[in-house]
């Protein structure tokens, strides 16, 4: 695959229609209440039952530490499933507070010792493109190991977020010689210059959601900046991170520079962000674990933390929508790698004089989404990540249920195997139900009514959250107006999920604190230090 620029993750076109491709049908298990709602049918891609083998082996899975793969100091192992079915993957080695000891100590003899931060930034970028150039070449095993354990459509895997995954390498890899610091005027005889350093070792805990894209995202810049690092994987998702940690030190990536463990949160995920010789912590996740991980790290060495933390995004639907477009991008917004996505657009709100219209054809558009084995061509929505979170978006079905939200269709599991849901409309929902306040990470789709712009910005911002929106208009007035007034980190007009390399992402409020890729994401991994020096009988100031 050429190298090229991705401006998106995952841009949907809004002339795209449900997918053609060959289906049979399940019966809607859940008890729909909304109008002609009862007995509705999803379109499924086969028989949940009739599953795809994985077209690829496990090759590693013990911690990768000073550029050995070794087992848990522990000896012990956990299991990793596969969503599809809740069967065991394969046992990782599970990481703990000794094996975190282990990979910081082998990240700071990298760092004070040797050769990566001394090394030329041009040196730099050439390992992380030929890293690169590994993962391409070894794109499809892992396009195919991200569904199997994640379950994400395998389509999506290896055209969105694979080519992504690559850009966003080149893209850092050009960054690691263009950091430079500053010359600066004084008031009397001094030179001043700023020097821009690498922090030291950093400190990243990943989610499972985008395991591979979230690796790029933590990886790229501190390395470009000549940090070491420990990355702690999602304990759901351990595989690719693995994987493409041993394609980096194929590059020429020296030893001690990336570790890799793998362990639950509470013991490595806890020692790492708690670790006095973990000079900086980045951290994706939910804002309840944030908060944790901010407290570890103040009350260790005041570490400096960046957190890229939960949503619930309004993707706010206009009086002059066209309201075909509007249901599909709206669709695309929330329902999207299964609903499992931070910035999803969650609360659809809708004004009231197209909100029936939209609503009939919003519930059309997810009885018709094909949902089914991710590795199947075709198929727009594969299982949820485990039994936690397949349980926790049932609760929140019936949350809205109780909350006497109309239920428009779904609202239950489908299947008897894996942790698969249907995709699920709710209309009439109120600011103060569950549902619109909390964030779900699940197929769920909550659609309110408004009036005037006035009032959406007001019930928009209204949320603990900060993280991204959406505005569908045909008026430059009411896109100006909303961009501004809304508080959050990113807004997407008459598009969403665009995740350019370039482009910062980040949220106010509880959705975290600071930015992830572009430049902002940089300074994420640099120290400032200004150096003063006395000149004598300077020819100028």
Known sequence: MAARRISSLLTRSLSVSSSSASTSLFSSLG????RNGIGKRF????????????????????????????????????????????????????????????????????????????????????????FADLVEKHSEELAALETWNNGKPHEQAAKSELPMFIRLFHYYAGWADKIHGLTVPADGPHHVQILHEPIGVAGQIIPWNFPLLMFAWKVGPALACGNTIVLKTAEQTPLTALYVAKLFHEAGLPPGVLNVVSGYGPTAGA???????????????????????????????????????????????????????????????????????????SR??????????????????????????PFRKGVEQGPQIDTEQFEKVLRYIRAGIESNATLECGGDRLGTKGYFVQPTVFSNVMDDMLIAKDEIFGPVQSILKFKDIDEVIRRANNTRYGLAAGVFTKSVEAANTLTRALRAGTVWVNCFDVFDAA??????????????????SLHNYLQVKAVVTPLKNPAWL
């Open 348 to 373: 659809t709100f809708v004004h009231e004089r197209v909100y029936d219209e939209f609503i009939e054809k919003a519930k059309a558009r997810a009885l018709k989404r094909v949902v089914g084995d």
């Open 43 to 130: 379109s499924t891609a086969a028989a949940l039952e009739d599953l795809i083998v994985p077209p690829v082996q496990i090759a590693y899975t013990q911690n990768l530490i000073d550029g050995k793969f070794v087992d848990a100091a522990s000896g012990k192992t956990f299991p990793t499933y596969d969503p599809r079915t809740g069967d065991v993957i394969a046992n990782v080695a599970e990481g703990d507070a000794e094996d975190i000891d282990r990979a910081v100590a082998a990240a700071r003899k990298a760092f004070d010792e040797g050769p990566w931060p001394k090394m030329t930034p041009y040196e730099r970028s050439r390992i992380m493109l030929r």
């Open 271 to 345: 020692a790492l962000a708690s670790h006095m010789d973990v000079d900086k912590v980045a951290f994706t996740g939910s804002t309840d674990t944030g908060k944790i991980v901010l407290e570890l790290a103040a009350k260790s060495n005041l570490k400096p933390v960046t957190l890229e933390l939960g949503g619930k995004s309004p993707f706010i639907i206009c009086e002059d929508a066209d309201v075909d477009k509007a249901v599909e991008l709206a669709h695309f917004a929330l329902f999207f790698n299964q609903g499992q996505c931070c910035c999803a657009g």
């Open 31 to 34: 008890k729909n209440s909304g």
């Open 503 to 520: 482009i910062p992402f980040g949220g106010y409020k509880m959705s975290g604190i600071g930015r992830e890729k572009g430049i902002y």
